[in-house]
Every structure is written in C-alpha cells, then in structure tokens.
C-alpha cells in the first residue's frame, strides 16, 4: 500500500511538473535577461580585447580566447533571439507598467557596450596583424565579425516584432546604428596586414 502510495504521488508530481515546462511562459523580463546576459559576454569579451597588445609573448593564447569568447557571445545572442521569439508580444506601457521602455533600455545599454568594444577592436588591428610577430588573424576577426552582425540583425528583427508601439517604430533606428558599427569594424579588419595572413577558418558553436 505504501509503494502504491509513492508511486500514484510521482507520477502525480511529474505530471504537474511537465505542464510548467512545456508551456512556460516568456515575457518582457526574459527579454531583458537575455540581452544583459550578453552585455555581460560583450564586457568579459572587451577586457580581454584590452588586455592584447602587439608583441605579446601570449598573444596566440589571447587570440584563441578572444576567439572563444566570441563564440560565447554569438551563442548568447542566439539564446536570447530563441527567447524573444518564444516570448508573448508585449503589452503597451502604462503609468504604472513600462515593459516596452524596460527591454529599450536593455537593448540601448546593450548598444552602447557594443559600440565601445568594436571601438576598442579596431584600436587592436595591429595586434592582430601581427601575432607571434609576423601571422596576421585580421581575416578571422573580419568572418567572426560578420557572423555576429548577422546574429544581432536577427535578435532586433525578434524583439522588434514583440515591442508595441511606439517602440516598435523606433527599434529599426537602434539596429541599423548596430549595423553601422559593425560595418565600420568589418571594413577595419577587411584591410590586408601581417606578413603572413591567415585565411578564414571554420568557427566552433555549441549546437
């Protein structure tokens, strides 16, 4: 009688626990965790930007952690562009509820730590033209820079269509700005350096 027992309440607790699983809901707070979660990869991906000088003995060592780090940061993007398409349309702010202003300023704030670290890329080129004194990674950067630029276009395109208005309206201005600094970086690490330049290589990502 007792097994019985146990057995009717776990098959009683799975079922209630699938539910909540299956059918969570995502609103604009998940959003906006989402985008600070890669603000924080963005800042964590920065410092080790700033740390790489040219001629560093480590230099190989710092490349494949900026490398790597990039890729968490692409990652991140993906999650939070899943999320954002899961997510319910947001409701339009009210005087005691702005979630629509909540996520702009995620984003905004998000904008911002971007712009400084592409900024602070590009102030890098020599260093990446030349690790181990004569390799250049530029073409790497420029491929990696690429594919992250297209990742955020699809995170606006997902949190744009979630925004009410007039957010929504507003929102292309912001991505198009992102997609300007972005250029700006690729146009950068698009110019030949090194006396060695590495082609291209293929970029690992989590599936």
Known sequence: MRFATLLVSSLL?????????????????????????????VTTLNSTVTSFNKGDLDG????????????????????????????????????????????????????????S???NLQSKKPAFDSVVGIVSVSQQIK??????????DA????ITAKL?????DFAPLITGQIDGYFNQAIQTFS???????????PIKEKV
């Open 13 to 41: 607790t799975i079922a209630s626990a699938v539910p909540l699983a299956t059918f969570e809901k995502r609103d604009a707070a998940s959003i906006i965790s989402a985008v600070k979660n890669i603000q924080s990869k």
């Open 60 to 115: 190989l060592i710092k490349v494949l952690k900026i490398q790597q780090q990039s890729t968490d940061v692409g990652n991140a993007v993906k999650s939070a562009t899943s999320t954002a398409q899961a997510s319910q349309p947001i409701p339009a702010d009210t005087a005691t509820s702005t979630p629509n202003n909540q996520v702009a300023a995620a984003v905004l704030s998000l904008k911002d730590s971007l712009q």
């Open 117 to 119: 670290f592409l900024t």
């Open 143 to 152: 491929q990696t820079l690429t594919q992250q630029k297209s990742y955020s």
């Open 155 to 158: 995170l606006g395109t997902a």
């Open 164 to 168: 009410a208005s007039p957010y929504k």
């Open 191 to 201: 110019q030949p350096g090194g006396v060695i330049s590495l082609p291209p290589l």
